[in-house]
Protein backbone atom coordinates (compact mmCIF):
# COMPACT_ATOMS: atom_id res chain seq x y z
CA UNK A 1 0.00 0.00 0.00
CA UNK A 2 1.77 3.32 -1.27
CA UNK A 3 2.38 5.32 1.96
CA UNK A 4 1.53 8.56 -0.49
CA UNK A 5 -1.91 7.48 -1.44
CA UNK A 6 -3.08 6.42 1.85
CA UNK A 7 -1.84 10.04 2.99
CA UNK A 8 -3.61 11.30 0.33
CA UNK A 9 -6.82 9.58 1.13
CA UNK A 10 -6.24 10.28 4.77
CA UNK A 11 -6.02 14.01 4.28
CA UNK A 12 -9.13 14.38 2.06
CA UNK A 13 -10.80 12.04 4.41
CA UNK A 14 -9.50 14.49 7.49
CA UNK A 15 -10.35 17.81 5.66
CA UNK A 16 -14.04 16.64 5.05
CA UNK A 17 -14.55 15.49 8.55
CA UNK A 18 -13.16 18.47 10.02
CA UNK A 19 -17.02 20.67 10.28
CA UNK A 20 -19.18 20.87 13.01
CA UNK A 21 -21.93 19.10 11.30
CA UNK A 22 -19.86 15.70 12.32
CA UNK A 23 -21.18 16.78 15.69
CA UNK A 24 -24.76 16.62 15.82
CA UNK A 25 -27.83 14.42 16.65
CA UNK A 26 -27.22 12.31 13.91
CA UNK A 27 -23.98 11.75 14.59
CA UNK A 28 -23.17 12.03 18.51
CA UNK A 29 -20.04 12.33 20.21
CA UNK A 30 -19.41 13.60 23.99
CA UNK A 31 -17.00 16.51 22.54
CA UNK A 32 -20.57 18.10 21.31
CA UNK A 33 -21.41 18.73 25.06
CA UNK A 34 -18.07 19.25 25.90
CA UNK A 35 -18.12 22.15 23.13
CA UNK A 36 -21.03 23.78 24.43
CA UNK A 37 -19.25 24.36 27.80
CA UNK A 38 -15.71 25.14 26.71
CA UNK A 39 -14.18 24.77 30.03
CA UNK A 40 -11.63 22.06 30.46
CA UNK A 41 -13.25 20.28 33.64
CA UNK A 42 -16.22 19.86 31.95
CA UNK A 43 -14.36 18.38 28.57
CA UNK A 44 -12.31 15.86 31.24
CA UNK A 45 -16.00 14.79 32.28
CA UNK A 46 -17.30 14.23 28.96
CA UNK A 47 -13.92 11.96 28.04
CA UNK A 48 -14.22 10.14 31.20
CA UNK A 49 -17.74 8.99 30.13
CA UNK A 50 -16.43 8.61 26.42
CA UNK A 51 -17.26 4.94 26.64
CA UNK A 52 -20.00 2.55 24.78
CA UNK A 53 -22.83 3.68 22.86
CA UNK A 54 -22.13 7.17 21.45
CA UNK A 55 -26.01 8.35 21.66
CA UNK A 56 -26.14 6.66 25.36
CA UNK A 57 -22.94 8.56 26.64
CA UNK A 58 -24.76 12.17 25.10
CA UNK A 59 -27.96 11.14 26.58
CA UNK A 60 -26.18 10.88 29.96
CA UNK A 61 -24.20 13.98 29.48
CA UNK A 62 -27.23 15.99 28.20
CA UNK A 63 -29.27 15.16 31.47
CA UNK A 64 -26.13 16.97 33.89
CA UNK A 65 -26.01 19.96 35.19
CA UNK A 66 -22.69 21.10 34.68
CA UNK A 67 -22.91 24.04 36.56
CA UNK A 68 -22.61 22.09 40.14
CA UNK A 69 -19.43 21.86 39.77
CA UNK A 70 -19.35 26.02 41.14
CA UNK A 71 -21.51 24.51 44.17
CA UNK A 72 -20.70 23.16 47.13
CA UNK A 73 -20.22 19.31 48.28
CA UNK A 74 -24.10 18.81 49.26
CA UNK A 75 -25.49 20.31 46.64
CA UNK A 76 -23.34 18.06 44.01
CA UNK A 77 -24.73 15.21 46.00
CA UNK A 78 -28.18 15.92 46.10
CA UNK A 79 -28.20 16.86 42.39
CA UNK A 80 -26.51 13.38 41.15
CA UNK A 81 -27.87 11.32 43.46
CA UNK A 82 -30.00 9.36 41.03
CA UNK A 83 -27.60 9.73 37.82
CA UNK A 84 -25.94 6.44 36.90
CA UNK A 85 -24.24 5.41 33.92
CA UNK A 86 -22.96 1.88 32.70
CA UNK A 87 -20.66 0.88 35.50
CA UNK A 88 -20.88 3.64 37.75
CA UNK A 89 -23.36 3.96 40.74
CA UNK A 90 -24.82 7.26 41.74
CA UNK A 91 -21.74 7.88 44.00
CA UNK A 92 -19.36 7.24 41.57
CA UNK A 93 -20.61 9.75 39.65
CA UNK A 94 -20.73 11.98 42.86
CA UNK A 95 -17.13 11.33 43.67
CA UNK A 96 -15.95 12.22 40.07
CA UNK A 97 -17.45 15.70 40.07
CA UNK A 98 -16.44 16.16 43.73
CA UNK A 99 -12.98 14.91 42.85
CA UNK A 100 -12.88 17.17 39.96
CA UNK A 101 -14.88 20.57 41.67
CA UNK A 102 -11.54 20.09 44.36
CA UNK A 103 -8.66 20.01 41.88
CA UNK A 104 -10.61 23.30 40.35
CA UNK A 105 -9.85 24.78 43.72
CA UNK A 106 -6.37 24.16 43.43
CA UNK A 107 -4.93 24.67 40.19
CA UNK A 108 -5.54 24.00 36.23
CA UNK A 109 -5.96 20.65 34.71
CA UNK A 110 -3.44 21.94 32.21
CA UNK A 111 -1.11 23.04 34.56
CA UNK A 112 -1.13 19.84 36.60
CA UNK A 113 -0.52 18.04 33.03
CA UNK A 114 2.17 20.51 31.92
CA UNK A 115 4.12 20.79 34.52
CA UNK A 116 5.45 16.92 34.55
CA UNK A 117 5.00 16.38 30.60
CA UNK A 118 7.28 19.46 30.37
CA UNK A 119 10.27 17.80 32.15
CA UNK A 120 10.08 15.17 29.81
CA UNK A 121 8.25 16.16 26.83
CA UNK A 122 6.23 12.94 27.18
CA UNK A 123 2.33 13.29 27.76
CA UNK A 124 2.38 10.28 30.01
CA UNK A 125 4.22 11.55 32.51
CA UNK A 126 1.37 14.21 32.96
CA UNK A 127 -1.15 11.76 32.60
CA UNK A 128 0.54 9.78 35.19
CA UNK A 129 0.00 12.83 37.59
CA UNK A 130 -3.02 13.75 36.36
CA UNK A 131 -4.45 9.98 37.03
CA UNK A 132 -2.84 9.81 40.88
CA UNK A 133 -4.50 13.81 41.90
CA UNK A 134 -7.86 12.98 41.00
CA UNK A 135 -7.62 9.91 43.40
CA UNK A 136 -6.15 11.54 45.80
CA UNK A 137 -8.93 13.77 45.64
CA UNK A 138 -11.31 11.56 45.20
CA UNK A 139 -10.81 10.04 49.13
CA UNK A 140 -9.50 6.79 46.95
CA UNK A 141 -12.55 5.87 46.64
CA UNK A 142 -12.28 2.64 45.63
CA UNK A 143 -15.71 1.05 43.97
CA UNK A 144 -15.54 -0.41 40.86
CA UNK A 145 -17.19 2.41 39.06
CA UNK A 146 -14.87 5.19 40.18
CA UNK A 147 -11.43 3.51 39.36
CA UNK A 148 -12.69 2.07 36.20
CA UNK A 149 -13.77 5.85 35.03
CA UNK A 150 -10.19 6.89 36.29
CA UNK A 151 -7.99 4.18 35.48
CA UNK A 152 -4.59 3.72 36.53
CA UNK A 153 -1.30 5.43 36.12
CA UNK A 154 1.60 3.57 34.28
CA UNK A 155 -0.18 1.03 33.09
CA UNK A 156 0.22 -0.71 29.21
CA UNK A 157 -3.49 0.63 28.71
CA UNK A 158 -3.50 2.92 25.56
CA UNK A 159 -5.61 5.35 27.68
CA UNK A 160 -8.02 6.66 24.70
CA UNK A 161 -10.64 8.51 27.12
CA UNK A 162 -7.74 10.88 28.02
CA UNK A 163 -6.05 10.82 24.99
CA UNK A 164 -9.21 11.85 23.54
CA UNK A 165 -9.45 14.86 25.81
CA UNK A 166 -6.11 15.97 25.26
CA UNK A 167 -6.55 15.73 21.73
CA UNK A 168 -9.52 18.17 22.06
CA UNK A 169 -7.59 20.32 24.77
CA UNK A 170 -4.71 20.80 22.82
CA UNK A 171 -5.40 20.94 18.93
CA UNK A 172 -7.47 23.81 17.84
CA UNK A 173 -9.81 22.85 14.19
CA UNK A 174 -13.68 23.06 13.79
CA UNK A 175 -13.53 20.25 16.04
CA UNK A 176 -10.93 20.16 18.69
CA UNK A 177 -10.91 23.30 21.43
CA UNK A 178 -7.64 24.29 21.49
CA UNK A 179 -8.37 25.49 25.17
CA UNK A 180 -4.64 24.55 25.97
CA UNK A 181 -1.19 26.13 25.61
CA UNK A 182 1.29 24.98 27.19
CA UNK A 183 0.96 21.16 25.19
CA UNK A 184 2.17 20.11 22.09
CA UNK A 185 -0.09 18.89 19.79
CA UNK A 186 3.05 17.12 17.72
CA UNK A 187 3.44 15.07 21.39
CA UNK A 188 0.04 13.98 21.47
CA UNK A 189 -0.92 10.07 20.93
CA UNK A 190 -3.67 8.50 19.03
CA UNK A 191 -6.46 7.62 20.94
CA UNK A 192 -6.84 4.15 20.01
CA UNK A 193 -10.37 2.47 20.74
CA UNK A 194 -11.46 -0.40 19.00
CA UNK A 195 -12.31 1.16 16.09
CA UNK A 196 -9.25 2.43 15.39
CA UNK A 197 -7.00 0.00 16.26
CA UNK A 198 -9.01 -2.12 13.13
CA UNK A 199 -8.37 0.63 10.52
CA UNK A 200 -5.47 1.53 11.67
CA UNK A 201 -4.20 -2.20 11.31
CA UNK A 202 -6.18 -2.44 8.00
CA UNK A 203 -4.29 0.58 6.77
CA UNK A 204 -1.04 -0.58 7.52
CA UNK A 205 -0.43 2.06 10.07
CA UNK A 206 -0.27 -0.54 13.26
CA UNK A 207 1.45 -4.29 12.70
CA UNK A 208 0.97 -5.08 16.72
CA UNK A 209 -2.12 -7.06 16.82
CA UNK A 210 -2.68 -6.88 20.85
CA UNK A 211 -4.63 -3.39 21.74
CA UNK A 212 -2.42 -1.52 24.71
CA UNK A 213 -0.02 1.36 24.97
CA UNK A 214 2.23 0.18 22.29
CA UNK A 215 0.12 0.01 19.64
CA UNK A 216 -1.02 3.49 20.53
CA UNK A 217 2.51 4.60 19.99
CA UNK A 218 3.45 2.56 16.97
CA UNK A 219 0.28 3.91 15.07
CA UNK A 220 1.18 7.19 15.80
CA UNK A 221 4.70 7.50 14.72
CA UNK A 222 3.36 5.78 11.60
CA UNK A 223 1.23 8.83 11.51
CA UNK A 224 3.59 11.10 12.01
CA UNK A 225 4.96 9.96 9.03
CA UNK A 226 2.15 12.66 7.08
CA UNK A 227 2.23 15.19 9.56
CA UNK A 228 4.74 15.60 12.72
CA UNK A 229 3.92 18.37 14.12
CA UNK A 230 0.02 17.19 13.83
CA UNK A 231 0.04 13.45 13.68
CA UNK A 232 -3.44 13.14 16.00
CA UNK A 233 -5.31 15.55 13.15
CA UNK A 234 -6.19 12.25 11.63
CA UNK A 235 -8.19 10.56 14.46
CA UNK A 236 -11.44 11.57 13.75
CA UNK A 237 -11.40 10.37 10.38
CA UNK A 238 -10.09 6.92 11.32
CA UNK A 239 -12.59 6.81 13.78
CA UNK A 240 -15.59 7.30 12.02
CA UNK A 241 -13.96 5.50 9.15
CA UNK A 242 -14.58 2.45 11.62
CA UNK A 243 -17.59 3.44 13.47
CA UNK A 244 -18.86 3.94 9.69
CA UNK A 245 -17.77 0.97 8.42
CA UNK A 246 -16.23 2.27 5.42
CA UNK A 247 -12.97 0.83 5.73
CA UNK A 248 -13.38 -1.30 2.22
CA UNK A 249 -14.02 1.92 0.52
CA UNK A 250 -11.38 3.78 1.61
CA UNK A 251 -8.54 0.86 0.61
CA UNK A 252 -10.15 0.91 -2.53
CA UNK A 253 -9.02 4.28 -2.87
CA UNK A 254 -6.05 3.85 -1.84
CA UNK A 255 -5.36 0.84 -4.17
CA UNK A 256 -6.94 1.74 -7.24
CA UNK A 257 -4.70 3.64 -9.83
Known amino acids: MSLLKLKEVLDHEMNCRNNECELSSDKPDPLMVAKRYNDETVALICALFAYGNAKQIVKFLDSIDFSILTKNDDII?????????????????????????????????????????KKTGNILDGLNILISTIKDLGNNSKTQGFDFLVGNANTNSPYK?????????????????????????????????????????????????????????????????????????????????????????????????
Open 77 to 117: KKELKHHYYRFQKPNDVINIFLALKRLKDISSIEEIVSREY
Open 161 to 257: RYMMYFRWMARFDNLDMGLWSKIDKSDLILPLDTHTFKVSGQLGLLDRRTYDLKAALEATENLKKFDPLDPIKYDFALYRIGQEKNLGEIIKKITSN
